[in-house]
């Protein structure tokens, strides 16, 4: 599939909000539906997920109630159930440089951060149970 790059979206999230639900809302206020996002900045509490293969469900990993520095968020953004769906991972450092990583989850509270989204100019993907993998993926 190919894409143009359509806009460029660059700002702040708020202090203390959920960084995927203010992502998510960045995406919704805007009508970004196809896209790319990266994020730099600092945490308050972190909660990171897993999906584990064998039982083909998204758990909670690792949660931490320290400051961290994120050290890299990276995600996309597509449809699912008609609705506008942030997926992103999220690599984290405490201070001490120990690095813990996974899918981002609610409950991860911004400190700090900056955002910058790429909007995309293509076929919109809309994520769509794969029985193979038990995951949302995007149709083909």
């Known amino acids: ?45 972190v909660v990171l997920g897993y999906y584990d293969q064998d039982k083909r469900t998204y758990g909670e990993s690792v949660r931490l109630t320290e400051k961290m520095e994120i050290v890299s968020c990276s995600g996309n953004i597509s449809l699912k159930d008609d609705e506008i769906f942030v997926h992103a991972h999220v690599s ?31 076929k919109l993907l809309i994520r769509k149970p794969d029985n193979q993998t038990g995951l949302n993926l995007w149709s083909e």
């Open 92 to 122: 984290v450092a405490d201070s001490r440089g120990i690095c813990y990583g996974g899918h981002l989850m609610n409950g991860t509270i911004v400190f700090a951060a900056e955002y910058h989204i790429t909007e995309l100019d293509g």
């Open 1 to 45: 599939m190919k894409a143009k790059h359509k806009n460029t979206f660059i700002g702040r999230l708020p202090h203390n909000e959920d960084l995927l639900g203010a992502l998510t809302d960045v995406c919704k206020k805007k009508n970004i539906q196809l896209g790319t996002i990266s994020v730099i900045g600092a945490v308050s509490n």
